[in-house]
């Protein structure tokens, strides 16, 4: 190579949300800035999984350097700590893309969490993959050689001081890997003491599964023959945590191998460690966490880490997981898939299959537990990731009494959540169904007239608010034999003694001309008209037909562009046949049957009970003439001086 090609250094400006976020980190005062170092290690045990895998079909890659392993080497005399590993390395190209520009949306919603939450939130920044740049809370300036792994690769330096840019030029590194040096500020020598970045390791990065070595000084000699020497010592169990057996494993370190392997902060809620060993065998490491990731929303991000034999495969095997249980976390080291496993193996594999379904019943049983044995704990499971659980019912049927049993729901009884279990063992004497109210807020459902003769009986009603709950309700069907019946469809499966149906057909046959009245008038809008024995203080409601969506659902797939293709199923409108309106609007309709006011006011009810049901009216300007005449009449009633008291007495 002659001087004039050899490559120079280049500079390259960061993204510029990378600018935010750099200054973000950089002065930021939040305390606990060890997390630096739990980042780094696990980019770099993340290179060195990667190389691994990679070696299984291309060994040469092992050639000019077998170890697999970590090392830290703090400098006092330079004020540098570098985290060194032999993994995968980074080409070039690699380097400026890695550590200069963000593949995903992962520091704007950094910076979205930081600015809503505040300064403890640094914490997180590994969760959103922009884990290096916490290297910034300790350094002023960050220096990375690396070498990609394979042959005839050269080496390259990335430097930042953070200020805008990096640069980029070539190096000088024997073997692949990739070298991090922090140039520690002023207040962070700290992390070059020797105690302290063992404690560290110990406390963060034990489990992590390849040697960590930290360079130490030792003085040998006495006197004039003194010297300092240095060696490296290995401070980690360096072991798959998952492959120990249980009783060695302190709930400490569980917790420590989480916070590794999700980036979160905080101790998960519950954990479950297993080895099965019937027709396949595997070992699983399965975590529930406290809080919802910031993407739990996004479809990709489900599934759990993939081992086979110890070594690392992928990070999220989306096969292993289903989707109601993105939420799960954790490790499945499998001891039956071939190391070169591929995609398409994964999605037609007999042994996924099975660690699958065994997954979902481990997962299954730890919520179980967790609710049986931490009620409170369940509460905060139930309010981060019941939403998600409840897709289960919608879409996988085998789980569903299980699943029915974890379900827990605001309801009529007014005191907190209440599990399915626990209201049934409350149903009244002649009770025979479950009853629940599907709409958009607890608020919206919980003056409804649909609930009006279910209250007046004392049976419980469930609040369903939860967009997925009609589908999981629909799932469900029945729990413990029995049925979930919608207050809002047509037949509630209420029992009725024989005086009630003769008083109710009585009823219908009393107002027959006013309901068919009322479904002439009506007929673009309702399907039918009927006596109602459900309402006692409002003088109509809309129902549900069967095979029908509740208004709340169909207002839902509408915002969502999903209603188009639905077809509308109208509604049933229920007079409540006891109401003074309904009565007097009987007597007016009999007396005169072409007085038109009647037709307005059927109007004007149907527009009431579509208000009721949070539903827009279809010609609001028309409602509120509607209205307007109607207190005007009202209004000039009320001035009009009653002619016998106040009327001056003539002569
Ligand atoms: P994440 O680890 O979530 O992807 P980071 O900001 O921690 O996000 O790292 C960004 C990327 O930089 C990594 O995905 C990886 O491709 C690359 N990288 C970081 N450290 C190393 C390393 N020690 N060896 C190889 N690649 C690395
Ligand atoms: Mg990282």
Same mark, same amino acid.
């Given at each position: 190579?002659?001087?004039?090609?050899?490559?120079?250094?280049?500079?390259?400006?960061?993204?510029?949300?990378?600018?935010?976020?750099?200054?973000?980190?950089?002065?930021?005062?939040?305390?606990?800035?060890?997390?630096?170092?739990?980042?780094?290690?696990?980019?770099?045990?993340?290179?060195?999984?990667?190389?691994?895998?990679?070696?299984?079909?291309?060994?040469?890659?092992?050639?000019?350097?077998?170890?697999?392993?970590?090392?830290?080497?703090?400098?006092?005399?330079?004020?540098?700590?570098?985290?060194?590993?032999?993994?995968?390395?980074?080409?070039?190209?690699?380097?400026?893309?890695?550590?200069?520009?963000?593949?995903?949306?992962?520091?704007?919603?950094?910076?979205?969490?930081?600015?809503?939450?505040?300064?403890?939130?640094?914490?997180?920044?590994?969760?959103?993959?922009?884990?290096?740049?916490?290297?910034?809370?300790?350094?002023?300036?960050?220096?990375?050689?690396?070498?990609?792994?394979?042959?005839?690769?050269?080496?390259?330096?990335?430097?930042?001081?953070?200020?805008?840019?990096?640069?980029?030029?070539?190096?000088?590194?024997?073997?692949?890997?990739?070298?991090?040096?922090?140039?520690?500020?002023?207040?962070?020598?700290?992390?070059?003491?020797?105690?302290?970045?063992?404690?560290?390791?110990?406390?963060?990065?034990?489990?992590?599964?390849?040697?960590?070595?930290? /360079? =130490?000084?030792? #003085?040998?000699?006495?006197?004039?023959?003194? &010297?300092?020497?240095?060696? *490296? $010592?290995?401070?980690? %169990?360096?072991?798959?945590?998952?492959?120990?057996?249980?009783?060695?494993?302190?709930?400490?370190?569980?917790?420590?191998?989480?916070?590794?392997?999700?980036?979160?902060?905080?101790?998960?809620?519950?954990?479950?460690?297993?080895?099965?060993?019937?027709?396949?065998?595997?070992?699983?490491?399965?975590?529930?966490?406290?809080?919802?990731?910031?993407?739990?929303?996004?479809?990709?991000?489900?599934?759990?880490?993939?081992?086979?034999?110890?070594?690392?495969?992928?990070?999220?095997?989306?096969?292993?997981?289903?989707?109601?249980?993105?939420?799960?976390?954790?490790?499945?080291?499998?001891?039956?898939?071939?190391?070169?496993?591929?995609?398409?193996?994964?999605?037609?594999? /007999? =042994?996924?299959? #099975?660690?699958?379904?065994?997954?979902?019943? &481990?997962?299954?049983?730890? *919520? $179980?537990?967790?609710? %049986?044995?931490?009620?409170?704990?369940?509460?905060?499971?139930?309010?981060?990731?019941?939403?998600?659980?409840?897709?289960?019912?919608?879409?996988?049927?085998?789980?569903?009494?299980?699943?029915?049993?974890?379900?827990?729901?605001?309801?009529?009884?007014?005191?907190?959540?209440?599990?399915?279990?626990?209201?049934?063992?409350?149903?009244?004497?002649?009770?025979?169904?479950?009853?629940?109210?599907?709409?958009?807020?607890?608020?919206?459902?919980?003056?409804?007239?649909?609930?009006?003769?279910?209250?007046?009986?004392?049976?419980?009603?469930?609040?369903?608010?939860?967009?997925?709950?009609?589908?999981?309700?629909?799932?469900?069907?029945?729990?413990?034999?029995?049925?979930?019946?919608?207050?809002?469809?047509?037949?509630?499966?209420?029992?009725?003694?024989?005086?009630?149906?003769?008083?109710?057909?009585?009823?219908?046959?009393?107002?027959?001309?006013?309901?068919?009245?009322?479904?002439?008038?009506?007929?673009?809008?309702?399907?039918?008209?009927?006596?109602?024995?459900?309402?006692?203080?409002?003088?109509?409601?809309?129902?549900?037909?069967?095979?029908?969506?509740?208004?709340?659902?169909?207002?839902?797939?509408?915002?969502?562009?999903?209603?188009?293709?639905?077809?509308?199923?109208?509604?049933?409108?229920?007079?409540?046949?006891?109401?003074?309106?309904?009565?007097?609007?009987?007597?007016?309709?009999?007396?005169?049957?072409?007085?038109?006011?009647?037709?307005?006011?059927?109007?004007?009810?149907?527009?009431?009970?579509?208000?009721?049901?949070?539903?827009?009216?279809?010609?609001?300007?028309?409602?509120?003439?509607?209205?307007?005449?109607?207190?005007?009449?009202?209004?000039?009633?009320?001035?009009?001086?009653?002619?016998?008291?106040?009327?001056?007495?003539?002569?």
């Amino acid at each position: 190579m002659t001087v004039e090609n050899v490559p120079q250094r280049e500079t390259h400006a960061f993204q510029a949300e990378i600018n935010q976020l750099l200054s973000l980190v950089i002065n930021s005062l939040y305390s606990h800035k060890e997390i630096f170092l739990r980042e780094l290690v696990s980019n770099a045990s993340d290179a060195l999984d990667k190389l691994r895998f990679r070696a299984i079909t291309e060994p040469e890659l092992l050639a000019d350097e077998p170890a697999l392993e970590l090392r830290l080497i703090p400098d006092e005399a330079k004020g540098t700590l570098t985290i060194e590993d032999t993994g995968i390395g980074m080409s070039h190209d690699e380097l400026v893309k890695n550590l200069g520009t963000i593949a995903h949306s992962g520091s704007r919603e950094f910076l979205e969490t930081l600015a809503q939450k505040g300064q403890k939130d640094v914490q997180l920044i590994g969760q959103f993959g922009v884990g290096f740049y916490s290297a910034y809370l300790v350094a002023d300036r960050v220096e990375v050689v690396s070498r990609a792994a394979g042959k005839d690769q050269a080496a390259w330096r990335w430097t930042s001081e953070a200020k805008g840019s990096f640069t980029v030029e070539p190096a000088e590194r024997a073997t692949r890997g990739t070298s991090i040096t922090l140039h520690l500020k002023e207040d962070q020598k700290e992390f070059l003491g020797e105690w302290r970045l063992r404690s560290l390791i110990t406390q963060y990065s034990d489990y992590v599964g390849h040697p960590i070595k930290l /360079q =130490v000084n030792k #003085s040998t000699g006495t006197g004039d023959e003194a &010297k300092t020497e240095t060696s *490296l $010592e290995v401070v980690n %169990k360096a072991s798959a945590l998952w492959q120990r057996s249980k009783s060695d494993i302190t709930d400490e370190q569980y917790q420590e191998f989480y916070k590794h392997l999700t980036h979160d902060w905080e101790a998960p809620l519950a954990w479950t460690h297993f080895k099965a060993d019937g027709n396949t065998q595997f070992t699983g490491l399965l975590f529930v966490p406290k809080q919802p990731p910031f993407d739990l929303d996004s479809q990709q991000q489900r599934g759990v880490r993939l081992f086979v034999k110890r070594v690392f495969i992928m990070d999220r095997c989306e096969e292993l997981v289903p989707q109601w249980l993105r939420f799960v976390r954790g490790v499945i080291d499998s001891d039956d898939l071939p190391l070169n496993v591929s995609r398409e193996l994964l999605q037609d594999s /007999q =042994v996924v299959r #099975s660690i699958r379904k065994h997954l979902v019943k &481990k997962s299954v049983d730890l *919520l $179980e537990k967790l609710a %049986k044995d931490k009620p409170e704990d369940y509460l905060t499971f139930w309010k981060a990731f019941g939403t998600v659980l409840k897709e289960g019912l919608a879409t996988e049927a085998e789980h569903k009494d299980k699943l029915g049993g974890l379900l827990r729901y605001e309801s009529s009884r007014e005191e907190g959540l209440t599990s399915l279990a626990d209201y049934v063992g409350r149903m009244k004497e002649g009770q025979e169904a479950i009853y629940y109210v599907y709409g958009e807020s607890r608020k919206a459902v919980a003056d409804s007239p649909h609930l009006e003769t279910l209250k007046q009986r004392g049976f419980e009603v469930l609040y369903m608010t939860d967009p997925v709950d009609e589908w999981a309700a629909q799932g469900l069907r029945e729990f413990q034999g029995k049925p979930l019946v919608s207050a809002l469809q047509a037949d509630l499966k209420l029992q009725s003694t024989d005086e009630e149906k003769k008083a109710q057909e009585q009823h219908a046959e009393g107002l027959k001309t006013l309901t068919e009245k009322m479904k002439d008038v009506l007929q673009e809008s309702v399907r039918e008209v009927r006596v109602s024995d459900r309402l006692t203080d409002s003088p109509v409601c809309l129902v549900v037909p069967e095979g029908g969506s509740p208004a709340y659902l169909e207002r839902l797939l509408q915002q969502r562009g999903r209603g188009a293709g639905m077809p509308r199923v109208k509604r049933i409108l229920e007079v409540n046949p006891k109401h003074p309106v309904i009565e007097h609007l009987k007597a007016v309709h009999e007396k005169d049957p072409a007085a038109s006011q009647v037709a307005e006011w059927i109007e004007l009810l149907h527009d009431q009970a579509l208000l009721t049901e949070g539903s827009t009216i279809a010609d609001p300007n028309r409602f509120a003439r509607r209205m307007t005449g109607l207190l005007t009449q009202v209004a000039a009633l009320a001035a009009t001086p009653a002619p016998a008291t106040s009327s001056p007495t003539a002569g």
